[in-house]
């Protein structure tokens, strides 16, 4: 097994830009989540998903859209990027909520 | 609101150098505490699952512990591959039910 996977593993963008983070499971795990991890500070939580087809918001959640169309994949969309949106993103998946949670390597993105 | 804080958050020993790893939170009802391990330039590694006070849990050189109040992570003897950024998250039994992260302790372990 992969686990979970992560891309791209570094990116640049300009102010206004959009891109999405892509992230893949392949545990067959229900719960797909979306972190930043700024210095300093520990992980917040953007987005989690408890399906294929259901998402909700977590902690901080403005500027970032999400979809899961598969149990496999929760790819997460930046629309028209700020430099607060520097950051290193992670991406987890568990079974079930109360279950560990397992990480991807992360993005690291940067916005000038 | 449930918070976590770690402390110190930079630890410098020598190898072989014991010592634990703090982490205080408040939460309404504990559901679970979690510890991670992070390399730099990596995800978040789990290492451990504490559900109750009292409980204890080993690997390796570590050891987690659990009172109603906070967590020790006791590092015995330890080595340079043992530096990394130890992470503790709270996940409460009601409400959101999210994971709480602290804001980690670099551990760094000299040669």
């Known amino acids: 097994n992969a686990g979970v996977t992560q891309t791209p593993k570094f990116r640049i963008l300009k102010i206004g830009q959009s891109m999405t983070l892509q992230c893949a499971q392949d545990?067959?795990?229900?719960?797909m989540y979306w972190y930043r991890q700024d210095p300093g500070m520990g992980l917040k939580l953007i987005y989690y998903?408890?399906?294929?087809?259901?998402?909700d918001k977590g902690e901080v959640p403005n500027g970032y859209n999400v979809s899961r169309s598969t149990t496999e994949d929760f790819p997460l969309r930046l629309e028209l990027a700020a430099p607060s949106q520097t950051s290193v993103y992670f991406c987890?998946?568990?079974?079930?909520?109360?279950?560990?949670?397992?990480f991807g390597p992360g993005t690291r993105l940067t916005v000038l | 609101e449930d918070q976590v804080t770690q402390s110190p958050e930079a630890l410098r020993l020598q190898e072989g150098e014991s010592s634990s790893l703090n982490c205080s939170y408040t939460?309404?009802?504990?559901?679970?505490l979690f510890w991670y391990r992070q390399d730099p330039g990596k995800g978040p590694e789990f290492l451990f699952t504490?559900?109750?006070a009292g409980e204890e849990k080993e690997k390796e050189r570590l050891k987690a512990t659990l009172t109603k109040k906070e967590s020790f992570l006791h590092i015995t003897a330890p080595k340079p591959e043992d530096s990394a950024t130890y992470l503790c998250?709270?996940?409460?039994?009601?409400?959101?039910?999210?994971?709480?992260f602290g804001q980690g302790t670099r551990l760094t372990i000299n040669p």
């Open positions: 987890a998946s568990s079974y079930l909520w109360s279950d560990t949670q397992y």
């Open positions: 545990m067959n795990h229900n719960y």
């Open positions: 998903s408890v399906g294929a087809g259901i998402t």
């Open positions: 939460v309404s009802g504990l559901r679970g």
């Open positions: 504490l559900y109750s």
């Open positions: 998250a709270v996940q409460a039994k009601q409400g959101a039910q999210k994971l709480v």
